[in-house]
């Protein structure tokens, strides 16, 4: 029998269920992270305190939204100095988001070893976050002005958050 070279073959039921199984698996589409010079995305995300907090109500402030993990040596290598940083400016208008990666059944953890630490804390399941594209490494970190404008993105382990580049970054945008 001569097969048609413009007719494609029939997946077979195996291939055509692993096919939808991979595109399920991946979930919904993620946007693209925020480019510099865009608005923030949309955010929605509730503290380990109970406390609900949102782009808008970060308005005027000069915002970090900071994505990490106690799992993640460079997460845990940099929270003080944001700490630090967070006490020495907030009262300048510095926020910072720090939203944690961690399971939910880690949240024990979570809540142990940020307790020493004054900015809000938030566990991943309970934020929307999609606007900020796929957080595909930790540390990760997006700095916002007070118009709600994204000024760094991308700010990752390769570029540790410490006091240099927290001076460097933050304290202009503090001006008023």
């Known amino acids: 029998m001569k097969q048609n070279p413009n007719k494609r073959p029939a ?14 698996a991946a979930g919904p589409a993620v946007s693209a992270a925020p480019k510099v010079g865009q608005p923030v995305p949309e ?4 503290t380990l305190d109970g406390k609900p907090l949102d782009a808008d109500a970060l308005r ?4 970090l939204v900071h994505f990490w993990a106690t799992w ?15 006490r020495e400016h ?27 630490f004054a900015f809000p804390v938030a566990m991943k399941s309970a934020t929307k976050v999609d606007g900020f594209g796929r ?10 002005d007070r118009n709600a404008f994204v000024r760094k ?5 390769a570029e540790a958050i410490d006091a240099a580049s927290l001076d460097r970054l933050v304290v202009p945008l503090l001006s008023p």
Do not use: H, N
């Open 60 to 63: 005027g402030k000069v915002t």
């Open 43 to 46: 955010f929605r995300v509730t």
């Open 11 to 24: 997946f077979g039921g195996a291939l055509a269920v692993a096919a939808m199984f991979c595109a399920l």
């Open 135 to 144: 957080l595909w490494a930790l540390p990760l970190s997006f700095l916002i």
């Open 90 to 116: 907030r009262q300048e208008g510095f926020e910072v988001v720090a939203i944690s990666m961690d399971d939910d059944g880690d949240q024990a953890k979570v809540r142990e070893f940020t307790k020493r």
């Open 153 to 157: 993105t991308e700010w990752t382990g």
């Open 72 to 86: 993640c040596p460079p997460c845990v290598a940099e929270m003080p100095a944001l700490d630090k940083f967070y």
